[in-house]
Protein backbone atom coordinates (compact mmCIF):
# COMPACT_ATOMS: atom_id res chain seq x y z
CA UNK A 1 0.00 0.00 0.00
CA UNK A 2 1.81 3.18 -1.06
CA UNK A 3 1.56 6.31 0.97
CA UNK A 4 -0.77 9.00 -1.01
CA UNK A 5 -3.88 5.59 -1.15
CA UNK A 6 -3.04 5.50 2.44
CA UNK A 7 -3.37 9.32 3.02
CA UNK A 8 -6.93 9.17 0.82
CA UNK A 9 -7.87 6.11 3.13
CA UNK A 10 -6.92 8.03 6.02
CA UNK A 11 -9.00 11.29 5.01
CA UNK A 12 -12.26 9.37 3.82
CA UNK A 13 -12.23 7.71 7.66
CA UNK A 14 -11.50 10.98 9.21
CA UNK A 15 -14.01 12.80 7.78
CA UNK A 16 -16.58 10.06 8.44
CA UNK A 17 -16.25 10.76 12.13
CA UNK A 18 -15.93 14.54 12.34
CA UNK A 19 -16.82 14.75 15.53
CA UNK A 20 -14.32 12.55 17.13
CA UNK A 21 -11.47 13.88 15.06
CA UNK A 22 -12.43 17.63 15.92
CA UNK A 23 -12.09 17.34 19.54
CA UNK A 24 -8.30 15.80 18.93
CA UNK A 25 -7.78 18.51 16.06
CA UNK A 26 -8.70 21.15 18.77
CA UNK A 27 -6.30 19.91 21.69
CA UNK A 28 -3.59 19.24 19.64
CA UNK A 29 -3.82 22.87 17.89
CA UNK A 30 -3.82 24.53 21.25
CA UNK A 31 -0.95 22.65 22.16
CA UNK A 32 0.76 23.58 19.01
CA UNK A 33 0.15 27.40 19.61
CA UNK A 34 1.05 27.55 22.45
CA UNK A 35 4.53 26.16 22.05
CA UNK A 36 4.77 28.43 19.29
CA UNK A 37 4.36 31.43 21.49
CA UNK A 38 6.60 30.39 23.38
CA UNK A 39 9.53 29.69 20.88
CA UNK A 40 8.44 33.11 19.67
CA UNK A 41 9.11 34.77 22.60
CA UNK A 42 11.95 32.82 23.67
CA UNK A 43 13.85 34.09 20.66
CA UNK A 44 12.49 37.30 20.74
CA UNK A 45 13.88 37.88 24.59
CA UNK A 46 17.02 36.24 23.48
CA UNK A 47 17.57 39.29 20.46
CA UNK A 48 16.65 41.81 22.82
CA UNK A 49 19.20 41.06 24.90
CA UNK A 50 21.82 40.59 22.52
CA UNK A 51 20.76 44.21 21.35
CA UNK A 52 20.92 45.48 24.91
CA UNK A 53 24.54 44.07 25.49
CA UNK A 54 25.61 45.63 21.94
CA UNK A 55 23.94 49.05 22.71
CA UNK A 56 25.11 49.45 26.71
CA UNK A 57 28.61 47.95 26.48
CA UNK A 58 29.85 44.57 27.18
CA UNK A 59 31.06 45.64 30.40
CA UNK A 60 28.86 47.94 31.34
CA UNK A 61 28.47 49.05 35.68
CA UNK A 62 26.98 51.89 37.53
CA UNK A 63 27.57 52.95 40.84
CA UNK A 64 24.46 53.94 42.56
CA UNK A 65 23.87 55.66 45.83
CA UNK A 66 22.78 52.57 48.19
CA UNK A 67 19.17 52.96 49.34
CA UNK A 68 19.34 50.98 52.11
CA UNK A 69 22.58 52.06 54.21
CA UNK A 70 21.89 54.42 56.82
CA UNK A 71 24.90 56.71 57.36
CA UNK A 72 27.35 57.54 60.15
CA UNK A 73 27.88 61.06 58.39
CA UNK A 74 31.58 60.29 57.56
CA UNK A 75 31.06 59.81 53.92
CA UNK A 76 30.36 62.48 51.39
CA UNK A 77 28.35 60.21 49.45
CA UNK A 78 28.93 60.34 45.77
CA UNK A 79 30.78 62.88 43.99
CA UNK A 80 32.66 63.96 41.57
CA UNK A 81 36.03 62.89 43.32
CA UNK A 82 34.93 59.86 43.31
CA UNK A 83 34.96 59.94 39.29
CA UNK A 84 38.41 61.79 38.63
CA UNK A 85 39.63 58.86 40.42
CA UNK A 86 38.37 55.69 38.92
CA UNK A 87 39.05 57.57 36.09
CA UNK A 88 43.10 57.83 38.03
CA UNK A 89 43.07 54.13 39.10
CA UNK A 90 41.61 52.63 35.64
CA UNK A 91 42.46 54.85 32.75
CA UNK A 92 41.88 52.38 30.45
CA UNK A 93 38.27 51.83 31.51
CA UNK A 94 36.23 52.92 28.10
CA UNK A 95 33.24 54.91 29.82
CA UNK A 96 33.22 57.06 32.93
CA UNK A 97 30.36 59.13 33.28
CA UNK A 98 28.71 61.35 36.24
CA UNK A 99 25.25 61.77 36.28
CA UNK A 100 22.30 64.23 37.96
CA UNK A 101 18.90 64.78 37.22
CA UNK A 102 16.34 67.62 38.44
CA UNK A 103 12.62 68.09 37.42
CA UNK A 104 12.83 71.72 36.40
CA UNK A 105 11.11 74.08 34.11
CA UNK A 106 12.62 74.94 30.63
CA UNK A 107 11.01 77.84 28.77
CA UNK A 108 12.17 79.57 25.60
CA UNK A 109 13.56 82.67 25.79
CA UNK A 110 11.18 84.37 23.20
CA UNK A 111 8.48 82.47 25.43
CA UNK A 112 5.43 82.26 23.31
CA UNK A 113 2.26 80.88 25.18
CA UNK A 114 1.86 77.08 25.21
CA UNK A 115 5.70 76.52 24.87
CA UNK A 116 6.72 76.73 28.42
CA UNK A 117 8.10 72.48 29.50
CA UNK A 118 6.92 72.24 33.13
CA UNK A 119 8.91 69.84 35.00
CA UNK A 120 11.10 68.93 32.49
CA UNK A 121 13.98 65.95 33.07
CA UNK A 122 17.21 68.11 33.18
CA UNK A 123 20.14 65.65 33.02
CA UNK A 124 23.54 66.18 33.95
CA UNK A 125 26.06 64.54 32.18
CA UNK A 126 30.23 64.40 30.34
CA UNK A 127 30.83 64.26 27.17
CA UNK A 128 30.98 60.58 27.14
CA UNK A 129 27.58 60.03 27.81
CA UNK A 130 26.94 59.52 24.01
CA UNK A 131 29.46 56.62 23.93
CA UNK A 132 27.09 53.78 24.98
CA UNK A 133 23.58 53.70 24.62
CA UNK A 134 23.35 55.72 21.33
CA UNK A 135 19.89 55.33 19.24
CA UNK A 136 19.98 59.14 18.16
CA UNK A 137 20.14 60.91 15.08
CA UNK A 138 22.21 64.51 15.86
CA UNK A 139 21.46 67.70 15.09
CA UNK A 140 23.58 69.95 15.50
CA UNK A 141 26.22 69.11 18.37
CA UNK A 142 27.20 67.32 21.28
CA UNK A 143 28.36 68.12 24.33
CA UNK A 144 32.53 68.13 24.56
CA UNK A 145 34.94 68.81 27.22
CA UNK A 146 35.67 71.99 26.52
CA UNK A 147 31.43 72.46 27.49
CA UNK A 148 32.09 70.57 31.02
CA UNK A 149 36.04 73.09 31.56
CA UNK A 150 34.27 76.02 31.20
CA UNK A 151 30.55 75.45 32.82
CA UNK A 152 29.45 76.63 30.04
CA UNK A 153 25.75 77.36 29.90
CA UNK A 154 24.92 75.12 26.74
CA UNK A 155 22.45 72.19 26.16
CA UNK A 156 21.01 69.36 24.26
CA UNK A 157 17.45 68.40 23.47
CA UNK A 158 15.89 65.69 23.25
CA UNK A 159 13.00 65.27 20.82
CA UNK A 160 10.48 61.87 21.66
CA UNK A 161 10.39 59.96 18.24
CA UNK A 162 6.76 59.48 18.68
CA UNK A 163 5.21 55.53 17.23
CA UNK A 164 6.44 53.92 14.49
CA UNK A 165 2.63 51.53 14.90
CA UNK A 166 1.02 52.80 17.62
CA UNK A 167 -0.14 49.71 19.98
CA UNK A 168 -4.16 49.15 20.81
CA UNK A 169 -4.15 51.10 24.46
CA UNK A 170 -2.20 53.98 23.53
CA UNK A 171 -5.00 55.17 21.41
CA UNK A 172 -6.38 55.61 24.90
CA UNK A 173 -3.45 57.20 26.97
CA UNK A 174 -0.24 58.17 25.71
CA UNK A 175 2.37 59.96 28.45
CA UNK A 176 2.50 63.83 27.68
CA UNK A 177 5.84 65.05 26.32
CA UNK A 178 5.57 68.92 26.32
CA UNK A 179 8.76 69.20 24.98
CA UNK A 180 8.15 66.90 22.10
CA UNK A 181 5.55 69.74 21.09
CA UNK A 182 7.69 72.27 21.88
CA UNK A 183 10.34 71.15 19.32
CA UNK A 184 7.47 70.20 16.68
CA UNK A 185 6.32 73.52 16.27
CA UNK A 186 9.65 75.62 17.38
CA UNK A 187 13.14 75.49 15.81
CA UNK A 188 14.98 75.40 18.78
CA UNK A 189 18.51 74.41 17.03
CA UNK A 190 20.66 77.81 17.75
CA UNK A 191 18.01 79.63 20.32
CA UNK A 192 18.14 79.89 24.08
CA UNK A 193 15.82 78.29 26.63
CA UNK A 194 15.52 79.34 30.39
CA UNK A 195 16.20 76.70 33.04
CA UNK A 196 16.19 77.64 36.34
CA UNK A 197 16.53 81.27 35.92
CA UNK A 198 19.51 80.61 33.84
CA UNK A 199 19.66 80.92 29.92
CA UNK A 200 21.31 77.40 27.90
CA UNK A 201 22.28 78.36 24.12
CA UNK A 202 20.51 75.00 22.61
CA UNK A 203 23.80 73.13 21.00
CA UNK A 204 22.34 70.26 19.52
CA UNK A 205 19.13 68.02 19.07
CA UNK A 206 18.75 64.31 19.25
CA UNK A 207 16.22 62.78 17.49
CA UNK A 208 15.10 59.74 19.65
CA UNK A 209 13.55 56.55 17.30
CA UNK A 210 10.06 55.56 18.01
CA UNK A 211 9.05 53.89 20.96
CA UNK A 212 8.15 50.53 19.72
CA UNK A 213 11.40 50.61 17.61
CA UNK A 214 14.13 51.45 20.50
CA UNK A 215 16.31 48.64 21.10
CA UNK A 216 17.25 49.66 24.38
CA UNK A 217 15.91 47.98 27.54
CA UNK A 218 14.99 51.55 29.33
CA UNK A 219 13.55 53.29 26.42
CA UNK A 220 11.11 55.12 28.60
CA UNK A 221 13.84 56.28 30.70
CA UNK A 222 14.68 59.53 28.68
CA UNK A 223 15.67 62.94 29.64
CA UNK A 224 13.97 66.20 28.13
CA UNK A 225 17.69 67.99 28.14
CA UNK A 226 21.45 67.24 28.67
CA UNK A 227 23.41 70.05 30.32
CA UNK A 228 27.62 69.79 31.32
CA UNK A 229 27.44 67.92 34.75
CA UNK A 230 29.83 70.60 35.90
CA UNK A 231 27.25 73.50 35.09
CA UNK A 232 24.78 70.96 36.58
CA UNK A 233 26.24 70.85 39.69
CA UNK A 234 27.24 74.94 39.65
CA UNK A 235 24.08 76.43 38.10
CA UNK A 236 21.12 74.13 38.68
CA UNK A 237 21.96 72.24 41.99
CA UNK A 238 23.12 74.99 43.84
CA UNK A 239 25.02 73.14 45.83
CA UNK A 240 29.12 73.91 46.99
CA UNK A 241 29.09 70.26 47.17
CA UNK A 242 30.10 68.35 44.78
CA UNK A 243 27.97 65.53 44.40
CA UNK A 244 26.23 63.52 42.10
CA UNK A 245 23.40 60.84 41.75
CA UNK A 246 25.25 58.29 39.46
CA UNK A 247 28.47 57.00 38.03
CA UNK A 248 27.98 55.01 34.60
CA UNK A 249 30.87 53.07 33.57
CA UNK A 250 32.16 50.76 31.00
CA UNK A 251 34.92 48.48 31.16
CA UNK A 252 35.05 47.89 27.41
CA UNK A 253 35.84 44.38 27.63
CA UNK A 254 33.11 41.48 29.49
CA UNK A 255 36.15 39.02 30.58
CA UNK A 256 37.50 42.90 33.26
CA UNK A 257 34.01 43.46 34.57
CA UNK A 258 34.63 41.22 37.95
CA UNK A 259 38.08 42.55 37.91
CA UNK A 260 37.35 46.25 37.73
CA UNK A 261 33.88 46.11 40.02
CA UNK A 262 36.48 44.80 42.79
CA UNK A 263 38.63 47.47 42.27
CA UNK A 264 35.80 50.10 42.18
CA UNK A 265 33.81 49.15 45.42
CA UNK A 266 38.11 48.58 47.24
CA UNK A 267 38.39 52.07 46.00
CA UNK A 268 35.01 53.65 46.95
CA UNK A 269 35.23 52.18 50.60
CA UNK A 270 38.11 53.79 50.77
CA UNK A 271 37.01 57.27 49.86
CA UNK A 272 34.18 56.58 51.63
CA UNK A 273 35.58 56.03 55.18
CA UNK A 274 34.67 52.75 55.10
CA UNK A 275 30.96 53.55 54.79
CA UNK A 276 29.25 51.42 51.99
CA UNK A 277 26.55 53.93 50.83
CA UNK A 278 26.68 52.87 47.33
CA UNK A 279 26.44 50.28 45.18
CA UNK A 280 28.24 48.96 42.07
CA UNK A 281 25.52 47.00 39.72
CA UNK A 282 26.47 44.52 36.64
CA UNK A 283 23.67 46.09 34.15
CA UNK A 284 23.58 43.15 32.58
CA UNK A 285 22.29 41.37 36.05
CA UNK A 286 19.32 43.75 35.91
CA UNK A 287 18.61 43.03 32.31
CA UNK A 288 18.71 39.16 33.47
CA UNK A 289 16.37 39.79 36.36
CA UNK A 290 13.82 41.40 34.53
CA UNK A 291 14.11 38.40 31.68
CA UNK A 292 13.76 35.72 34.39
CA UNK A 293 10.53 37.75 35.02
CA UNK A 294 9.28 37.08 31.66
CA UNK A 295 10.75 33.75 31.75
CA UNK A 296 8.19 32.60 34.24
CA UNK A 297 5.39 33.68 31.89
CA UNK A 298 7.07 31.44 28.96
CA UNK A 299 7.22 28.90 30.99
CA UNK A 300 3.73 29.33 31.95
CA UNK A 301 3.01 28.90 28.38
CA UNK A 302 5.16 26.14 27.70
CA UNK A 303 3.50 23.98 30.23
CA UNK A 304 0.02 24.82 28.69
CA UNK A 305 1.11 23.76 25.63
CA UNK A 306 2.74 20.25 26.61
CA UNK A 307 -0.45 19.94 28.72
CA UNK A 308 -2.86 20.53 25.45
CA UNK A 309 -0.15 18.43 23.41
CA UNK A 310 -1.12 15.73 25.84
CA UNK A 311 -4.92 15.58 26.01
CA UNK A 312 -4.50 16.07 22.04
CA UNK A 313 -2.54 12.77 21.98
CA UNK A 314 -4.50 10.87 24.29
CA UNK A 315 -7.11 11.47 22.20
CA UNK A 316 -5.76 10.85 19.35
CA UNK A 317 -5.26 7.55 20.86
CA UNK A 318 -8.77 6.66 21.65
CA UNK A 319 -9.68 7.93 18.29
CA UNK A 320 -7.57 5.50 16.68
CA UNK A 321 -8.78 2.94 19.56
CA UNK A 322 -12.60 3.62 18.58
CA UNK A 323 -11.57 3.23 14.31
CA UNK A 324 -9.61 -0.21 15.07
CA UNK A 325 -12.97 -1.19 16.97
CA UNK A 326 -15.35 -0.39 14.32
CA UNK A 327 -12.72 -1.68 11.56
CA UNK A 328 -11.96 -5.05 13.29
CA UNK A 329 -13.92 -6.78 10.12
CA UNK A 330 -11.87 -4.47 7.31
CA UNK A 331 -8.01 -5.26 8.72
CA UNK A 332 -9.14 -9.07 8.43
CA UNK A 333 -10.37 -8.76 4.95
CA UNK A 334 -6.87 -6.66 4.10
CA UNK A 335 -4.92 -8.81 5.23
CA UNK A 336 -6.37 -11.70 4.31
CA UNK A 337 -5.95 -10.48 0.99
CA UNK A 338 -2.46 -9.87 1.39
CA UNK A 339 -2.00 -6.99 3.53
CA UNK A 340 1.01 -7.08 5.37
CA UNK A 341 1.35 -6.21 9.54
CA UNK A 342 2.82 -3.01 8.24
CA UNK A 343 0.78 -2.03 6.32
CA UNK A 344 -2.23 -1.80 8.74
CA UNK A 345 0.20 -0.12 10.79
CA UNK A 346 1.23 2.29 8.87
CA UNK A 347 -2.35 3.04 7.73
CA UNK A 348 -2.95 3.85 11.22
CA UNK A 349 -0.20 6.18 11.84
CA UNK A 350 -0.92 8.02 8.95
CA UNK A 351 -4.48 8.91 10.16
CA UNK A 352 -2.83 9.75 13.58
CA UNK A 353 -0.17 11.94 11.57
CA UNK A 354 -2.52 13.57 8.98
CA UNK A 355 -5.22 14.37 12.24
CA UNK A 356 -1.94 16.32 13.82
CA UNK A 357 -0.57 17.93 10.83
CA UNK A 358 -4.06 19.28 10.14
CA UNK A 359 -3.80 20.42 14.17
CA UNK A 360 -0.62 21.71 13.51
CA UNK A 361 -1.04 24.02 10.94
CA UNK A 362 -4.14 25.11 12.35
CA UNK A 363 -2.12 26.06 15.57
CA UNK A 364 0.57 27.42 13.32
CA UNK A 365 -1.91 29.74 12.57
CA UNK A 366 -3.52 30.42 15.99
CA UNK A 367 0.11 31.39 17.41
CA UNK A 368 0.30 34.00 14.85
CA UNK A 369 -2.49 35.36 15.83
CA UNK A 370 -1.52 35.20 19.51
CA UNK A 371 1.84 37.18 18.44
CA UNK A 372 -0.03 39.19 16.62
CA UNK A 373 -2.65 40.06 19.10
CA UNK A 374 0.27 40.55 22.15
CA UNK A 375 1.98 43.11 19.58
CA UNK A 376 -0.84 44.91 19.28
CA UNK A 377 -1.09 45.76 23.19
CA UNK A 378 2.85 45.83 23.69
CA UNK A 379 4.84 48.95 23.64
CA UNK A 380 7.72 47.04 21.97
CA UNK A 381 8.34 43.91 19.54
CA UNK A 382 8.59 40.97 22.58
CA UNK A 383 8.79 38.08 20.13
CA UNK A 384 9.98 37.00 17.13
CA UNK A 385 9.43 34.28 14.44
CA UNK A 386 11.46 32.20 12.47
CA UNK A 387 10.73 30.07 9.60
CA UNK A 388 11.54 26.99 11.40
CA UNK A 389 9.53 27.72 14.29
CA UNK A 390 6.56 27.01 11.62
CA UNK A 391 8.03 23.63 10.97
CA UNK A 392 8.64 23.04 14.40
CA UNK A 393 4.83 23.54 15.30
CA UNK A 394 3.76 21.46 12.10
CA UNK A 395 6.31 18.78 12.38
CA UNK A 396 5.67 18.81 16.50
CA UNK A 397 1.53 18.12 15.24
CA UNK A 398 2.18 15.39 13.45
CA UNK A 399 4.70 13.66 15.18
CA UNK A 400 2.62 13.44 18.78
CA UNK A 401 -0.56 12.10 17.28
CA UNK A 402 1.86 9.47 15.61
CA UNK A 403 3.76 8.45 18.57
CA UNK A 404 0.26 8.53 20.60
CA UNK A 405 -1.09 6.58 17.77
CA UNK A 406 1.40 3.93 17.50
CA UNK A 407 0.62 1.54 20.56
CA UNK A 408 -3.23 1.10 18.92
CA UNK A 409 -2.07 1.15 15.73
CA UNK A 410 0.33 -1.51 16.42
CA UNK A 411 -2.43 -3.71 18.40
CA UNK A 412 -4.19 -3.64 14.82
CA UNK A 413 -1.98 -5.05 13.28
CA UNK A 414 -1.17 -7.71 15.36
CA UNK A 415 -4.53 -9.28 14.96
CA UNK A 416 -5.41 -12.73 13.95
CA UNK A 417 -7.02 -12.72 10.27
CA UNK A 418 -9.22 -15.26 10.80
CA UNK A 419 -10.70 -14.07 14.49
CA UNK A 420 -10.63 -10.37 12.91
CA UNK A 421 -12.90 -11.87 9.72
CA UNK A 422 -15.42 -13.56 12.73
CA UNK A 423 -16.11 -10.19 14.28
CA UNK A 424 -19.38 -9.01 13.69
CA UNK A 425 -18.68 -5.52 14.03
Known sequence: MNVLEAARASWRELSANRSRSALSFAAVSVGVASLLYTAAQTR????????NVELMGPGRLTVEKSREYISTGLSPGLTMGDVQAIR???????????????WLDLIPASYRPGEKVPHARVRGVSEQWRRRDWVYKLHGRFLNAADLRDDARVCVLLKPGGWHKKPFWANFWTPDEPIGE?????????????IKDSLFTVVGILDLPPRDLDPRWDSWDNPDALVPITTYRRVLDGSTQESI?????DTGDEKTIARDRRIIEDLMLRR?????????KDMREAIAGEMDQLKKYVTAGLALGI???LAGGIGIMNVTFATIFSRVKEIGIRRAVGASRGDILSQFLIEAALLGLAGGVAGLLLGLIG???????ADRKVASIAWYHGV???????LVSAIFAFYPAYQASALDPVEALRNEG
Open 88 to 102: EELPELYMVDAQSED
Open 371 to 377: VHFLEAW
Open 272 to 280: HRGEKDFEV
Open 44 to 51: GMQLELER
Open 245 to 249: DEIHL
Open 182 to 194: LLKHHDALGTAVR
Open 392 to 398: FAIGTGA
Open 307 to 309: VAL
